[in-house]
Every structure is written in C-alpha cells, then in structure tokens.
C-alpha cells in the first residue's frame, strides 16, 4: 500500500478505537452507576402527545380527578372529595428496586385532607376509599397522611403497609393498626417538591424522605422478611375530603438493583455475543498512530516548508483545498441568503404597513358603519315604539267613547228608576193619606148601624188591596231598572 494512505488509515484506526473505548466506558459507567428504567418511570416537564395538545406520559394511565400538567401530575385539585390516581402500565418484572417519588402536598387552609399513596399492587386503576385507591389490596402501599383522625397530633405521618388483600384500612385510626412501621414527617406545604425514597432488596423494605428535596434523606422506615411478589404494578394515588389539599406527582423515578439480572423480556431468545475488549499492545498501537498523524498535520499547517513527495502534498492539501473552496462557495451562498433575506424582510415591512392602512380604513368604515346601523336600528326602534303608541291611543278611545255610552245608559237608567221611585213614593203617600182618611171615617161611622160598620170594613179591603197592588208594581219597576 502506498505510504501516502498510511496517515489515512492511521486515523481511521484511531476513530475506531476512541468509538470502542468510549463504548467501553460508558458500559462500565453503566454497571457502576444507577440506571432509571424508563418502562417504570416519568418526570416533569410533559409534553403533548397528540394534535390537540393533550399531555400525556408513555406507559402511563391516569384516571379520576388526575390532570397532567406541563410541571406534574395533578391528582387531585384543591376541593372537596376529588380522587386521583396514576399506573404503570408495564408489571414489574425486577425483584429489587428502588423508586425516587417526588411530590408535593399543598394548600391554603389549615389542616389539610387526606393525603396522598405509592402503590405496588396486584391490581390497578381501580378507585376506592384508600387515598384514591381500592381497599382490601395485594400487595405494598406506602400512605402519606395529612388528616389526624385520631386526633393524636401525630400527622404528616408516613407508613407503610403490606396486605393479603384480607385487610380493611383502618381511617378512624389512620391506619395505625394496620402499619408495618412509619413516621412522623412534616412534608405538607414545603417550599418545593418532597422527595422520598422507597427500597426493596433481599426481602427488605426501607423508605427515606427528603423533605427539601436536596438529597439530604432521613431514614423513616426499615422493614425485613418482607416478600413482595413479581409482576405487581407501580401507582400513585391521591384523595380529598371535607378538607382538601393540591396532590401532584413531579417525577417517578425507578432504578433497577440488580441490573445483572437479565430480564424474561429482554430478549426473545439466547444468543451469543463476543466481547468486545482492546488489549494493550493494541492501544498503545493506535496511540502511536495518534501522535504521527497529529505531528504531521501539524507541520504541513505551520511551517509548510518541508520537503513531501507529491503524493503527500496532494494527500493534506487537496482536502484544505476542497475546504477551503467549500467554504467560500458557502460564504457567498449565506451572502446571498442574507441578502434575500434583507430584501425580504423591507418587503415585509412594506406589506405590514400596507395592511396596517388597510386595517385601520377597514376600521373606519366599520366604524361608521356601525354608527350608521345604530342609528337606523334607533329610528326603527322610534319608530315602532311610535306606532305602538298610536294603537295604545286608539285603544284607549275606543274603550274610553264605549265607557262614556255605557256610564250615559246607566245615568239614564238610575233616572229612570229615580223617576219611578218618586212615583212610588206619590202612590204611598196618596195611599197613607188614603188610610188616614179610612181611619177617620170609621171612627166617624163607627158609632153609626153595624150596616155602615160593615160598609167602611169594605172600605178598608178595597184600599188595603190597592195598597198591595201599587207595592207589587213598584217592585217590578225597580227589577226591570236593574
């Protein structure tokens, strides 16, 4: 092979050993440090996943009151009775882990309610009275309670407890019959997100909390012989009561202890991998090549003087060359981009003036147009209201000319029984003078013959009768008047 590719393919090799060796370091780095699995885990900030803008968080299902935000998971809003909840999708398939849940817990009154739940459960997304979740579950929930139910003064409280799904939550008590352990931790209404730190390895369980969020733990709970299935699900669940809090989820963090365990689903079936390893002759090779490549370079660049065959010359300056012609022939592509865009941006500027004049003569007649409707919208109104009031006029002098007739029939009717009235009143009168005059003559006749006795006795009768009669008629007179 000719010497002028030697420096080529020297670098070609250097390439492709710095490519394994950081291949190499970063598989170390991997076994040294944790890994968060991300089949089992989400932090803020959210993004859409969908055209219409709806958060949501791959692998993940929320229900209830539970609204993802673009900093958190809200599970539940500051209101009364409100219920939330977040699930993995994905079982658990590690039999260590660890899970870094961040939280806050939030609100303006007082006390708050009821607190908030990390779930490992059997079962999933099924609401109930625990926090938001189901009671009587299989499985791990580590409560974090606001509410002092029994009244002890012993809330925020921590606790842990593992069920066989035979046991009720025990609310009046705060679940303190029902924990495994716990503490007492003030991580309602921090300054910023409360992280807490929930272990299980080699059957042990250990929770830590941080309240400020600044890696600084404080041990909480310590459990061992505890036994944990595979194959349960992560959640996260929070609920209100009569008091009422803001429960959000900023970050679910979960790291696989035993990450040289490999997973059932890791791959479908074996297969063989060669190692991949350098050994040292091999590298100190390839740093001899380095530093040649890098020590000619740097002489064709500086001094430019020394004697190369042409193959060599051509071999360093035909790329400069080509860079070099690359480059201005980019240069004056981006000039002419400048410029286009120069020319572009006056003609923007010209268009946006343009339909700034167009906008505010829009406006203008707009405007007047809308004054214009106004005031044709007034004079019709006017002008209804006008012919209302005409009509209203003419009604009200038709029934005014229909009262004046039917007042002038009942004047001429109350005369009228007015006028038979007086009558009636002549006809007693005559009638009482009548039996004034009877009275007198039969006290006169009266000490003459029983002849003339009996003859005033008819008398008597017949102007009794007449008497009678003129009442009678003057009692159909008044009926037919009315």
Known sequence: ??????????????????????????????????????????????????????????????????????????????????????????????????????FRIHGHLPEGADGMAFWYTKDRMVPGPVYGSKDYFMGLG?????????????????????????????????????????????????????????????????????????????????????????????????MTGGLYDQHEVVAFET?????????????????????????DDEWQKNEDYLHEVTSKIRQNLISGNEVRTHDEHEEFTEPLATGVAAHEQLSSQIAVLHDELHEMRSELREIISVVAVAVDSVDDKMHKMMDSMEKQRTDIVLDVIRSELDRLSRS?????????????????????????????????????????????????ISTKSTTNVFVVFVVFQIVLVGGVWACRQLAIERKKML
């Open 1 to 102: 092979m000719p010497s002028a590719y030697q420096p080529r393919i020297a670098v070609h090799r250097w390439y492709l050993v710095a490519c394994m060796a950081i291949v190499l370091l970063g598989t170390a780095y991997c076994f040294d440090e944790d890994v968060i699995d991300s089949k089992y885990s989400f932090s803020a900030p959210f993004r859409s996943v969908s055209s219409r803008a709806i958060l949501g968080i791959p692998n993940w299902d929320f229900g209830g009151n539970a609204v993802i935000q673009e900093n958190n998971v809200m599970l539940t809003p500051e209101a009364m009775s409100r219920s939330g909840f977040i699930w993995c999708r994905t079982p658990v398939t590690m039999s260590s882990w660890e899970v870094t849940l961040r």
């Open 142 to 238: 580590i409560m974090f309670d606001t509410y002092d139910n029994n009244k002890k003064n012993d809330n925020p409280y921590i606790l842990a407890m593992v069920n066989d799904g035979t046991q009720m939550f025990d609310h009046n008590n705060d679940g303190m019959t029902n924990q495994i352990d716990g503490c007492r931790a003030n991580f309602r209404n921090t300054p910023g997100p409360v992280a807490a730190r929930i272990r299980y390895t080699d059957n042990r369980l250990t929770v830590d909390y941080d309240i400020l969020g600044i890696g600084e733990f404080q041990p909480c709970i310590s459990v061992d012989n505890i036994m944990l299935p595979k194959k349960y699900y992560f959640g996260v669940s929070g």
């Open 255 to 279: 790291i696989d202890l035993d990450p040289t365990v490999v997973d059932e689903t890791t791959f479908a079936k074996s297969e063989v991998h060669e190692p991949l390893f350098i050994t």
């Open 396 to 444: 009200i002098g038709g029934q005014n000319s229909q009262v004046s007739r039917s007042v002038d029939s009942l004047m001429s009717d109350v005369d009228q029984l007015r006028r038979t009235m007086d009558s009636a009143h002549k006809h007693s009168e005559a009638n009482y003078q009548n039996s004034i005059a009877a009275s007198e003559t039969i006290e006169r």
